[in-house]
Protein backbone atom coordinates (compact mmCIF):
# COMPACT_ATOMS: atom_id res chain seq x y z
CA UNK A 1 0.00 0.00 0.00
CA UNK A 2 1.19 3.60 -0.36
CA UNK A 3 2.40 5.03 2.77
CA UNK A 4 2.19 8.61 4.14
CA UNK A 5 3.31 9.83 7.16
CA UNK A 6 1.52 12.76 10.30
CA UNK A 7 3.82 15.07 11.28
CA UNK A 8 1.80 15.09 14.22
CA UNK A 9 4.47 12.96 15.58
CA UNK A 10 6.39 16.09 15.70
CA UNK A 11 3.81 18.28 16.46
CA UNK A 12 5.73 19.70 18.96
CA UNK A 13 8.91 20.77 17.13
CA UNK A 14 8.68 23.72 14.68
CA UNK A 15 8.26 22.51 11.10
CA UNK A 16 11.35 22.86 8.81
CA UNK A 17 12.56 21.00 5.98
CA UNK A 18 15.21 19.18 7.46
CA UNK A 19 12.16 17.36 9.27
CA UNK A 20 10.72 16.52 5.77
CA UNK A 21 13.93 15.82 4.29
CA UNK A 22 13.80 12.89 6.97
CA UNK A 23 10.80 11.73 6.57
CA UNK A 24 11.95 10.98 2.60
CA UNK A 25 14.99 9.52 3.96
CA UNK A 26 13.37 7.17 5.87
CA UNK A 27 11.73 5.47 2.72
CA UNK A 28 7.99 7.44 3.80
CA UNK A 29 7.08 8.70 -0.09
CA UNK A 30 4.18 11.64 1.53
CA UNK A 31 3.13 13.53 4.09
CA UNK A 32 0.40 14.92 6.11
CA UNK A 33 1.10 18.03 7.65
CA UNK A 34 -0.17 18.78 10.93
CA UNK A 35 -1.79 22.83 11.52
CA UNK A 36 -0.84 23.34 14.88
CA UNK A 37 0.71 26.81 15.25
CA UNK A 38 3.93 25.95 17.26
CA UNK A 39 4.81 23.50 14.38
CA UNK A 40 3.28 25.01 11.20
CA UNK A 41 2.21 28.43 11.73
CA UNK A 42 0.04 29.28 8.34
CA UNK A 43 0.02 32.31 8.54
CA UNK A 44 3.78 32.88 8.78
CA UNK A 45 4.78 33.54 5.34
CA UNK A 46 8.65 32.92 5.78
CA UNK A 47 7.89 29.61 7.51
CA UNK A 48 5.37 28.57 3.99
CA UNK A 49 7.74 30.00 1.41
CA UNK A 50 10.48 27.83 3.01
CA UNK A 51 7.65 24.61 2.26
CA UNK A 52 6.90 26.01 -1.10
CA UNK A 53 10.37 26.02 -2.07
CA UNK A 54 11.00 22.80 -0.72
CA UNK A 55 7.81 20.92 -2.19
CA UNK A 56 9.00 22.23 -5.52
CA UNK A 57 12.12 20.66 -5.78
CA UNK A 58 11.88 17.22 -3.71
CA UNK A 59 10.12 14.36 -4.57
CA UNK A 60 8.14 13.95 -1.16
CA UNK A 61 4.66 14.26 -1.89
CA UNK A 62 2.47 16.41 0.07
CA UNK A 63 -0.52 14.37 -0.02
CA UNK A 64 -3.27 16.19 3.59
CA UNK A 65 -3.06 19.32 5.87
CA UNK A 66 -4.76 18.45 9.34
CA UNK A 67 -7.26 21.16 9.76
CA UNK A 68 -6.36 23.35 12.71
CA UNK A 69 -8.08 22.36 15.97
CA UNK A 70 -7.02 25.86 18.16
CA UNK A 71 -5.33 29.57 17.17
CA UNK A 72 -2.58 29.44 20.01
CA UNK A 73 0.87 27.62 20.26
CA UNK A 74 -0.33 25.77 23.47
CA UNK A 75 -2.82 22.92 21.71
CA UNK A 76 -5.82 25.37 23.31
CA UNK A 77 -4.65 25.75 26.81
CA UNK A 78 -4.66 29.52 26.59
CA UNK A 79 -8.22 29.12 27.03
CA UNK A 80 -11.66 28.31 24.82
CA UNK A 81 -11.31 31.45 23.00
CA UNK A 82 -8.62 29.13 21.35
CA UNK A 83 -10.85 26.34 20.25
CA UNK A 84 -11.97 25.88 16.41
CA UNK A 85 -14.89 24.05 15.76
CA UNK A 86 -17.46 24.36 12.58
CA UNK A 87 -20.08 23.44 14.87
CA UNK A 88 -19.84 27.25 16.82
CA UNK A 89 -23.75 27.76 16.77
CA UNK A 90 -22.74 31.90 16.64
CA UNK A 91 -22.31 32.80 13.37
CA UNK A 92 -20.01 35.78 14.00
CA UNK A 93 -17.77 33.52 16.49
CA UNK A 94 -17.94 30.35 13.29
CA UNK A 95 -16.93 32.81 10.30
CA UNK A 96 -14.19 33.80 12.73
CA UNK A 97 -13.36 29.67 12.71
CA UNK A 98 -13.80 29.19 9.06
CA UNK A 99 -11.61 32.24 8.21
CA UNK A 100 -8.90 30.37 10.29
CA UNK A 101 -9.44 27.13 8.68
CA UNK A 102 -9.18 28.86 4.78
CA UNK A 103 -6.01 31.09 6.07
CA UNK A 104 -4.36 27.48 6.41
CA UNK A 105 -6.03 25.73 2.83
CA UNK A 106 -4.64 28.80 1.71
CA UNK A 107 -1.16 27.25 2.56
CA UNK A 108 -2.12 25.19 -1.25
CA UNK A 109 -1.88 28.37 -3.13
CA UNK A 110 1.73 27.85 -2.04
CA UNK A 111 2.59 24.13 -1.59
CA UNK A 112 -0.33 22.26 -3.47
CA UNK A 113 -1.86 19.35 -1.46
CA UNK A 114 -4.54 16.82 -2.28
CA UNK A 115 -6.67 16.62 0.97
CA UNK A 116 -7.72 18.53 3.93
CA UNK A 117 -8.98 16.71 6.81
CA UNK A 118 -11.95 18.35 8.78
CA UNK A 119 -13.53 17.46 12.12
CA UNK A 120 -16.80 17.88 12.90
CA UNK A 121 -17.48 19.15 16.13
CA UNK A 122 -14.45 18.37 19.42
CA UNK A 123 -13.73 15.31 21.38
CA UNK A 124 -16.72 14.15 24.20
CA UNK A 125 -19.31 17.23 21.43
CA UNK A 126 -23.04 15.72 22.13
CA UNK A 127 -25.62 14.95 18.99
CA UNK A 128 -27.45 18.88 18.35
CA UNK A 129 -29.05 18.81 15.29
CA UNK A 130 -28.15 23.30 15.19
CA UNK A 131 -24.34 22.26 15.57
CA UNK A 132 -25.32 20.16 12.97
CA UNK A 133 -26.52 22.95 10.36
CA UNK A 134 -23.56 25.21 11.40
CA UNK A 135 -21.25 22.37 10.24
CA UNK A 136 -22.86 22.09 6.74
CA UNK A 137 -23.15 25.86 6.18
CA UNK A 138 -19.16 25.91 7.42
CA UNK A 139 -18.41 22.43 5.03
CA UNK A 140 -20.07 24.29 2.15
CA UNK A 141 -18.12 27.82 2.19
CA UNK A 142 -15.16 25.60 2.71
CA UNK A 143 -15.49 22.89 0.31
CA UNK A 144 -16.05 25.43 -2.66
CA UNK A 145 -12.90 27.75 -1.44
CA UNK A 146 -10.86 24.20 -1.00
CA UNK A 147 -11.90 23.09 -4.62
CA UNK A 148 -10.63 26.21 -6.26
CA UNK A 149 -7.33 25.58 -4.84
CA UNK A 150 -7.43 21.79 -6.05
CA UNK A 151 -7.83 20.46 -2.43
CA UNK A 152 -10.59 18.45 -1.61
CA UNK A 153 -12.31 18.06 2.04
CA UNK A 154 -12.73 15.02 4.19
CA UNK A 155 -14.17 14.53 7.20
CA UNK A 156 -12.50 12.41 10.01
CA UNK A 157 -14.53 9.90 12.54
CA UNK A 158 -13.58 11.48 15.93
CA UNK A 159 -14.93 10.94 19.32
CA UNK A 160 -17.96 12.32 19.81
CA UNK A 161 -21.77 12.83 18.73
CA UNK A 162 -21.39 14.25 15.73
CA UNK A 163 -19.06 12.53 13.76
CA UNK A 164 -19.51 8.28 14.27
CA UNK A 165 -19.28 6.92 10.82
CA UNK A 166 -23.21 6.25 10.98
CA UNK A 167 -24.02 9.68 11.50
CA UNK A 168 -21.68 11.12 8.76
CA UNK A 169 -23.20 8.95 6.31
CA UNK A 170 -26.63 10.49 7.67
CA UNK A 171 -25.21 14.17 7.05
CA UNK A 172 -23.54 13.76 3.58
CA UNK A 173 -26.96 11.97 2.77
CA UNK A 174 -28.84 14.48 4.28
CA UNK A 175 -26.76 17.73 2.88
CA UNK A 176 -25.44 16.26 -0.86
CA UNK A 177 -22.51 17.49 -0.12
CA UNK A 178 -19.70 15.79 -2.01
CA UNK A 179 -17.09 15.05 0.30
CA UNK A 180 -15.05 11.93 1.25
CA UNK A 181 -13.73 10.39 4.46
CA UNK A 182 -10.43 9.96 6.86
CA UNK A 183 -10.74 6.74 8.08
CA UNK A 184 -9.01 6.71 11.85
CA UNK A 185 -8.44 3.37 13.27
CA UNK A 186 -7.85 4.62 16.81
CA UNK A 187 -11.30 6.54 16.74
CA UNK A 188 -13.13 3.47 15.42
CA UNK A 189 -11.59 1.05 17.95
CA UNK A 190 -12.70 2.93 20.75
CA UNK A 191 -15.73 3.44 19.58
CA UNK A 192 -18.01 0.95 17.28
CA UNK A 193 -14.85 -1.11 16.76
CA UNK A 194 -12.66 -0.91 13.13
CA UNK A 195 -15.15 -3.33 11.36
CA UNK A 196 -18.41 -2.09 12.00
CA UNK A 197 -16.55 1.54 11.20
CA UNK A 198 -14.92 0.20 7.72
CA UNK A 199 -17.75 -1.29 6.76
CA UNK A 200 -19.48 2.00 6.98
CA UNK A 201 -17.30 4.55 5.44
CA UNK A 202 -15.58 2.43 3.15
CA UNK A 203 -17.11 3.77 -0.02
CA UNK A 204 -15.86 7.62 0.59
CA UNK A 205 -12.63 6.40 2.53
CA UNK A 206 -10.05 8.28 0.91
CA UNK A 207 -7.37 8.79 3.45
CA UNK A 208 -6.75 7.36 6.49
CA UNK A 209 -5.04 7.45 10.07
CA UNK A 210 -3.45 4.42 11.24
CA UNK A 211 -2.34 4.19 14.97
CA UNK A 212 -3.34 2.53 17.83
CA UNK A 213 -4.39 2.49 21.97
CA UNK A 214 -6.04 0.76 24.76
CA UNK A 215 -9.37 1.00 23.62
CA UNK A 216 -10.24 3.74 25.99
CA UNK A 217 -7.76 6.66 25.72
CA UNK A 218 -6.71 8.13 22.28
CA UNK A 219 -3.13 7.50 22.38
CA UNK A 220 -1.90 7.43 18.97
CA UNK A 221 0.77 4.77 19.76
CA UNK A 222 3.03 3.27 17.17
CA UNK A 223 1.54 0.13 16.60
CA UNK A 224 3.33 -3.12 17.98
CA UNK A 225 6.20 -0.87 19.72
CA UNK A 226 4.23 1.21 21.89
CA UNK A 227 2.76 -0.54 25.09
CA UNK A 228 -0.48 -0.65 25.37
CA UNK A 229 -1.97 -0.96 22.11
CA UNK A 230 -4.58 -3.10 21.33
CA UNK A 231 -6.06 -3.64 17.72
CA UNK A 232 -6.05 -6.49 15.99
CA UNK A 233 -3.89 -5.09 13.16
CA UNK A 234 -3.77 -8.37 11.40
CA UNK A 235 -7.96 -8.25 10.70
CA UNK A 236 -7.48 -4.44 10.11
CA UNK A 237 -4.94 -4.89 7.38
CA UNK A 238 -7.03 -7.35 5.90
CA UNK A 239 -9.60 -4.90 5.64
CA UNK A 240 -7.61 -1.97 4.73
CA UNK A 241 -6.09 -4.35 1.76
CA UNK A 242 -9.60 -4.81 0.34
CA UNK A 243 -9.93 -1.37 -0.83
CA UNK A 244 -5.83 -0.53 -1.34
CA UNK A 245 -6.04 1.56 -4.22
CA UNK A 246 -8.84 3.90 -3.06
CA UNK A 247 -6.34 5.59 0.23
CA UNK A 248 -2.99 6.15 1.12
CA UNK A 249 -2.01 4.19 4.17
CA UNK A 250 -0.97 7.18 6.88
CA UNK A 251 0.25 6.85 10.52
CA UNK A 252 -0.69 9.34 12.89
CA UNK A 253 1.44 9.05 15.80
CA UNK A 254 2.67 10.97 19.05
CA UNK A 255 5.42 11.47 20.43
CA UNK A 256 6.34 8.42 21.85
CA UNK A 257 9.47 7.66 24.86
CA UNK A 258 9.63 4.54 23.78
CA UNK A 259 10.26 5.71 20.32
CA UNK A 260 13.22 8.19 20.75
CA UNK A 261 13.49 7.79 16.79
CA UNK A 262 9.94 8.35 15.52
CA UNK A 263 10.83 8.32 12.20
CA UNK A 264 12.76 5.01 11.97
CA UNK A 265 10.10 3.79 14.15
CA UNK A 266 7.57 4.99 11.77
CA UNK A 267 9.37 3.21 9.00
CA UNK A 268 9.34 -0.60 11.09
CA UNK A 269 5.58 0.26 11.78
CA UNK A 270 4.77 0.20 7.78
CA UNK A 271 7.36 -3.21 7.18
CA UNK A 272 5.32 -4.48 10.18
CA UNK A 273 1.85 -4.10 8.99
CA UNK A 274 2.89 -5.10 5.33
CA UNK A 275 4.27 -8.22 6.53
CA UNK A 276 1.11 -9.34 8.05
Request: charge should be negative; include cysteine.
Amino acid sequence: MYHALSTHVIANHRLTTVWLERIWEAGIPAVEIFCARQHLDYRNRAQIAELEHFFRDTELTFHSLHSPLYTDEVWGRSGPHAVITITEPVKAKRVQMVDEIKRALEVAEHAPFRYLIQHIGVEGEEFDERKLDAAFTALEELSVFARQRGVDVLLENTLNALSTPEQLNWFLNETHLDLGYCFDTGHAHIREGIPAAFETMKDRIRSTHIHDNDGRSDGHLFPFLSAGGSIDWAETMRLLRSRADQYALLLELSEDPEAPQPLEAARRVFERLESL
